[in-house]
């Protein structure tokens, strides 16, 4: 089992950056497919990013590519979201997620997470 806390919680403006980070407990980090999902006001939950266990593939919605980034650090038990040129609409809760299934396809990577962190509030302001 594996908890999950995240932080970098902050208001920015649009065009702003800003880091997320998933901190996990356990000494297993490194088998978990890790990722990051979102749900903003009044909308289901959404795909946001995900990074194989050894770090070496990653995955983004449509909504992200090209400006946000997944990292992690397994010797810290860390996962990252790097956020660059923000925008109103990625305003919303960011969770971070642990995936224990192996990943077969691109798919497997947006379902099939086991671990939830409590979520960080992520705010961009016009």
């Known amino acids: 089992q594996v908890q999950l806390v995240e932080s970098g919680a902050g208001l920015v403006q649009a065009g702003g950056s800003l880091t997320l980070s998933c901190a996990a407990s356990?000494?297993?980090?490194?088998?978990?497919?890790m990722c990051w999902f979102r749900r903003a006001p009044g909308k289901e939950r959404e795909f946001v990013a995900a990074?194989?266990?050894?770090?070496?593939?990653?995955n983004y919605a449509d909504s992200v590519k090209g400006r946000f980034t997944i990292s992690r650090d397994n010797a810290k038990n860390t996962v990252y979201l790097q956020m660059n040129s923000l925008k109103p609409e990625d305003t919303a809760v960011y969770y971070c997620?642990?995936?224990?299934?192996?990943?077969?396809?691109?798919?497997?990577?947006?379902?099939?997470?086991?671990?939830w962190g409590q979520g960080t509030q992520v705010t961009v302001s016009s």
């Open positions: 997620a642990a995936r224990a299934s192996p990943v077969y396809s691109a798919s497997d990577y947006t379902r099939g997470y086991d671990y």
């Open positions: 356990g000494r297993t980090f490194s088998s978990y497919t």
């Open positions: 990074i194989s266990r050894s770090g070496g593939s990653t």
